[in-house]
């Protein structure tokens, strides 16, 4: 934060990059099209490559609606927990919860910038690396453990195939259910419930493993022999972690009082 800028009352205005360098593939990339693993150490992110049961949770990030603070402190606790109990999956996947919700948050104000007025502990909020050092750092410990080696090109492609599949299908959901898409640039469909669109979006939501999702749109679409298949489908995605509902319900609590 610059300090000399102007405060407001303890609040200063926001005026953030709007780019970032990924870590995963040294590229700088615009913010509006990054995603968690860009900012995620390369020895924990290419997990998501290694390991069958991190597969199918590469594009869940647990729930997405909330306080920023109170989504990521959850999952942090989460994290924490798992690694304390040596359970190194379940770390890893609510690390990369939580490091979700601080980078949604990030997002966010770089989108509005100086129209958003932050307090001191929201900038320090902003810096990802020093917020998570310690966290990554026992992470890294402990998969250091184990015999893993990083191709670097295949994680860069892992990370540029992740960024696309996220990037249509926001593109796509929008542009069949509203005829029009403003997430990246401004699309137009043919018309709302566009078949082919239709088609697309199942197709993208199936490579993400988000068989609700293509249920869903197959039923709108009114296919219900392929709704019913990708129901069954869906049972088999990835849960919201057993202590997520209770510790999310006492941090809300105790901010109240």
């Known amino acids: ?27 700088q990339i ?7 693993y860009d900012f995620m150490p390369p020895m924990i992110g290419s997990r998501f490559m290694a390991s069958e049961s991190l597969k199918k949770r590469i594009h869940f990030y647990g729930q997405e609606t909330g306080s920023f603070m109170d989504l990521e402190e959850t999952n942090r606790q989460i994290a924490e927990e798992e690694l304390n109990k040596g359970n190194l999956e379940e770390a890893i996947d609510a690390y990369k919860n939580c490091l979700h919700d601080a ?9 509005i910038q100086e129209h958003a007025l932050l307090s001191i502990s929201e900038y320090q909020r902003l810096d990802l690396d020093s917020r998570f050092g310690d966290l990554e750092g026992r992470l890294m410990a402990a998969i250091s453990k184990e015999d893993i080696s990083i191709n670097a090109e295949k994680y860069s492609e892992f990370i540029k195939n992740v960024r696309n599949l996220e990037k249509r299908g926001h593109q796509l959901n929008q542009l069949f259910f509203m005829g029009e898409s403003r997430w990246y640039e401004h699309i137009k469909a043919p018309s709302k419930y566009d078949p082919e669109l239709g088609k697309e979006y199942i197709d993208v939501c199936v490579q993400m493993g988000k068989y609700s999702e293509a249920s869903w749109v197959a039923a709108e679409m009114g296919n ?10 869906s049972k088999g995605q990835p849960k919201e972690h057993p202590r997520f509902r209770e510790i999310y319900t006492k941090l809300g609590e105790d901010r109240d009082f």
């Open 30 to 36: 615009s913010l509006s099209e990054a995603v968690v």
């Open 103 to 111: 980078v949604g948050f990030l997002c966010a104000i770089s989108t």
């Open 224 to 233: 219900k022999e392929d709704a019913a298949k990708f129901k069954k489908l």
């Open 1 to 27: 934060m610059n300090k000399d800028r102007k405060d407001l009352g303890g609040l200063y205005p926001a005026v953030l990059p709007t780019t970032e360098v990924s870590r995963g593939t040294s590229e």
